[in-house]
């Protein structure tokens, strides 16, 4: 009977050090799904110069016109997705209270009566793994789990997110990683 490893689904991956030089250093990516298909997930911690209204050519409501686009991952570039928190009356999807779509009509019609302290975040592109893949990298050691949270999830400063959360980590050497400098030649 093959090993079922239990699903991240709700859970932060934090580069575990030894991703440099990928799309994925330094990165903070939240797992939406993972199950015996694979995985796939958003990058939380790539901001880009990029505003909505740049790239929809549609009149947006003034709450969505100067969102940022952040860098969801490699996977399917072009696409655009969001993640939006919610007091419950949307079904729960990646976590309580927090649900990822895909539509972007259906956000222009969310956004025209959402409420302004409930976040939202849009992303580009996706991480994805096929089926195993995501956990051979964890056997590999080459992610951190650690819970999400709302509060992580849209993180003020999301450039300072995986610093951030490895200094809240107890393990001694995930602090001294965060305190590392991103080339360690310069050490």
């Known amino acids: 009977m ?29 797992v939406c799904e993972h199950n015996s298909e694979g995985a796939f997930g958003i990058v939380l911690n790539r901001p880009s110069e990029s505003r909505l209204d740049s ?27 969001y993640l939006f ?13 927090l649900s990822l779509g895909h539509d972007m009509d259906e956000l222009i019609e969310l956004a025209r009566g959402w409420p ?10 996706y ?18 789990t ?7 999830i849209f993180y003020a400063t999301p450039d300072r997110l995986w610093r951030h959360i490895l200094q809240l980590r107890p393990e001694w050497r995930y602090r001294l990683l965060a305190e590392c400098p991103d080339d360690i030649s310069r050490n």
């Open 146 to 152: 650690h819970p999400a949270t709302p509060d992580l």
């Open 116 to 125: 302004a302290e409930h976040p939202l975040r849009i992303f580009r592109g």
């Open 85 to 97: 928190a919610h007091s419950g009356a949307e079904p729960a999807g990646v976590l309580e209270n």
């Open 2 to 30: 093959p090993h079922r490893t239990r699903s991240l689904k709700g859970q932060l991956l934090l580069d575990g050090g030894g991703l440099g030089g990928s799309y994925f250093h330094q990165s903070v990516v939240l």
């Open 127 to 144: 991480a994805g793994w096929a089926p195993g893949q995501l956990d051979d990298e964890l056997k590999r050691d080459s992610w951190i």
């Open 55 to 81: 790239i929809f050519q549609q009149d947006l409501p003034a709450r969505l016109a100067d969102e940022c686009i952040y860098g969801g991952g490699p996977v399917a570039p072009q696409s655009l997705c």
